[in-house]
């Protein structure tokens, strides 16, 4: 008698992506790296702001009309923010849900154990978590202009400087940044290794891209906040 | 040399333990870390104690049947398992922790001992190749490219004993279903199942319980046969390239 061959495998990619702990793992690792490629973007921006309120200004202004004539006024701009909103909601959602089944996989912790993984490694939860409640601060206070000082829609500029002067914004962002830099540290390899992309002969180099995005990002946001308390923009 | 023992004593899987206290003396130096404890239960069994049970077969290093946390780390401060582990790397005097492996997949049993079952069921969801099973196939019938053979070998030297479970703060069995799907999945002998095999087994893995992996590394650093952590890579391209070409 022949054997029945299995058959009632469920037919969806995403549902069998998004069930399996690996193909959660791969939505998180794309997300992470749409998140990665707009903050490169985001970054390179910010640092127009060294070359005055006449360039920084107009920046802003040109994101706006982006994709023109092509696509009309700020529909560029919106579909990106519906695609990194949807890549946090996703990548939070999963984190989530993975965090807690790894909980529930490791009830009891040894009596004496040390943490052999590195600090980036350990911290990506609540790193995460704090790039979570910075995202929802720094849109309130840049973006929809809610808790800034100046509030002038459309002079980005002096709304930053307004913010960075209360010293308190600047170390909150500071942190957040440094969070973020040790995301990146373990993020981007580790996206590497969950898409698949990763071998003995590559890991090398992920780790040290890796390593350098961190490094890049971290200076390149924190060069803002601290040229503002140095006076140097202002 | 004399040593303080606080090992993990618990009746029954039901039962709670706790970790208990016992002297040993005159230990050798030449002993293995399981001739260690077989020394503390001869004492215990003459004492009338019940002597500490614990998993163990070959005690060459080559069945995955012994394993326990010896001072937070699996397997002990070697990268080998318990029964190679000697007793020249511990000093007079030491204070040593034995625990089971700690992982909601693999419930104690008593002491020491984990039902591991779980990983029987990851291999039995696909941990195996189709063969003819009539006469002897012709010796060169299938060619192996030697890098595939070679790679393969690297991951079939995993001998499932649980160590990058313990170790992950996950309870992860991604290394060990890693090393599996990978050795089978590189060979000619493997490709008839090579998509069935990676989600099948993936999917047996999620339903046992086991955690997800963060790419921590804990695993490949107390593995003693030395799987690389590039195995959980390898089986994560092989899965979504699964997921994508067809499910079957």
Redesign the interface.
């Known amino acids: 008698m022949a054997l029945a061959t299995?058959?009632e495998?469920?037919?969806s990619?995403i549902g069998?992506?998004w069930?399996?702990?690996?193909?959660?793992?791969?939505v998180m690792a794309t997300t992470g790296l749409i998140m990665l490629a707009y903050l490169v973007a985001h970054m390179m921006g910010n640092l127009k702001v060294f070359f005055g309120p006449g360039e920084f200004n107009h920046y802003g202004h040109w994101i706006r009309t982006i994709g023109e004539p092509f696509l009309h006024r700020t529909w560029f701009l919106w579909i990106a923010r519906v695609v990194l909103a949807a890549s946090v909601v996703l990548h939070g959602v999963a984190a989530y849900q993975?965090s807690r089944?790894?909980?529930?996989?490791?009830?009891?912790?040894?009596?004496?154990?040390?943490?052999?993984?590195s600090y980036a490694?350990?911290t990506?939860r609540w790193g995460g978590v704090i790039l979570g409640l910075f995202v929802v601060w720094h849109i309130l206070d840049l973006t929809t202009l809610t808790v800034n000082p100046n509030a002038e829609e459309g002079r980005p500029y002096q709304n930053l400087v307004a913010s960075f002067d209360r010293w308190w914004v600047s170390a909150f962002y500071i942190a957040a940044m440094l969070a973020l830099g040790l995301h990146i540290r373990?993020g981007f390899?580790?996206a590497?290794?969950?898409?698949?992309?990763?071998?003995?002969r590559r890991?090398r180099a992920f780790k040290v891209i890796a390593n350098g995005l961190a490094a890049l990002l971290t200076l390149g946001f924190l060069a803002v906040p601290i040229g503002v308390l140095t006076g140097i923009v202002s | 040399m004399n040593l303080t023992l606080?090992i993990w004593r618990q009746r029954d899987a039901g039962s709670a333990g706790a970790?208990t206290t016992y002297e040993v003396k005159g230990i050798s130096e030449d002993m293995s870390f399981l001739e260690m404890l077989d020394h503390l239960n001869e004492e215990l069994i003459l004492a009338g104690d019940e002597p500490v049970a614990f998993d163990h077969d070959c005690r060459e290093g080559i069945c995955g049947a012994c394993g326990m946390?010896i001072?937070?780390a699996a397997h002990g401060p070697e990268r080998t398992t318990t029964c190679q582990l000697h007793m020249r790397h511990f000093s007079d005097g030491d204070t040593i922790?034995v625990?089971p492996w700690?992982?909601?997949?693999f419930p104690v049993v008593k002491d020491l001992v984990v039902d591991r079952s779980a990983f029987d069921r990851i291999i039995g969801a696909g941990g195996y190749v189709s063969a003819p099973t009539g006469s002897a196939p012709d010796a060169h019938a299938t060619p192996v490219p030697k890098p595939a053979a070679d790679l393969a070998f690297e991951h079939a030297e995993c001998i499932g004993c649980g160590a990058c479970v313990a170790a992950?703060?996950?309870?992860?069995a991604m290394l060990f279903t890693s090393a599996k799907v990978v050795h089978l999945n590189v060979l000619p002998q493997g490709a008839p199942e090579r998509e069935?095999r990676v989600?099948?087994m993936?999917?047996t893995?999620?339903a046992q319980?086991?955690?997800?992996?963060?790419?921590?590394?804990?695993c490949a650093?107390a593995c003693p046969k030395g799987i690389?952590?590039?195995a959980?890579?390898?089986?994560?391209?092989?899965?979504?390239?699964a997921?994508?070409k067809g499910?079957?």
């Open positions: 299995r058959t495998r469920s037919p990619l069998t992506l069930r399996s702990t690996v193909g959660k793992k791969a993975l089944r790894d909980l529930a996989a490791r009830p009891a912790k040894y009596e004496r154990k040390r943490a052999r993984a490694t350990r990506m373990h390899w580790s590497a290794q969950t898409l698949g992309a990763n071998s003995p890991d | 606080r970790m946390v001072n937070g922790d625990e700690r992982a909601a997949a992950c703060p996950n309870g992860s069935s989600l099948d993936v999917d893995m999620d319980g086991f955690g997800g992996c963060t790419n921590t590394g804990e650093t690389p952590l590039t959980i890579g390898r089986m994560n391209r092989e899965y979504l390239r997921t994508v499910r079957g």
